[in-house]
Nanobody, 123 residues
């Protein structure tokens, strides 16, 4: 059974950077595209980044493009999300997800989810 464990969240000040990590286990990492989503209190889960199985394709919504960067390290079965110039509106629980497909941006299409890591940005 695939398991995803996120880390790297916490309380940070606006303007700084943070790198979230997600460790994949229980399957063949290279067979899965990976995605990051976030959910703020009272809001729906929102897509923020995806990377293909081979790492040659990435996708971001316009709202975070240029500040968020997704990368995968197949040697460590890990996917990272770098967030630069953090804003208070980035405050949310960030979730890692895996899908046995080329790449995906829709949450309901993903097969496996982590428990999430909280990022709180103070102004």
């Amino acid at each position: 059974q695939v398991r995803l464990v996120e880390s790297g969240g916490g309380l940070v000040q606006a303007g700084v950077s943070v790198r979230l990590s997600c460790v994949f286990s229980g399957g063949t990492f290279s067979r899965y595209a990976m995605g990051w989503f976030r959910q703020a209190p009272g809001k729906e889960r929102e897509f923020v980044a995806a990377i293909s199985r081979t790492g040659d394709m990435t996708d971001y919504p316009d709202s975070v493009r240029g500040r968020f960067t997704i990368a995968r390290d197949d040697a460590k079965n890990t996917v990272h999300l770098q967030i630069n110039s953090l804003k208070p509106e980035d405050t949310a629980v960030y979730y890692c997800a895996a899908i046995a497909a080329t790449i995906a941006t829709i949450a309901s299409h993903y097969d496996y989810w982590g428990q999430g890591t909280q990022v709180t940005v103070s102004s």
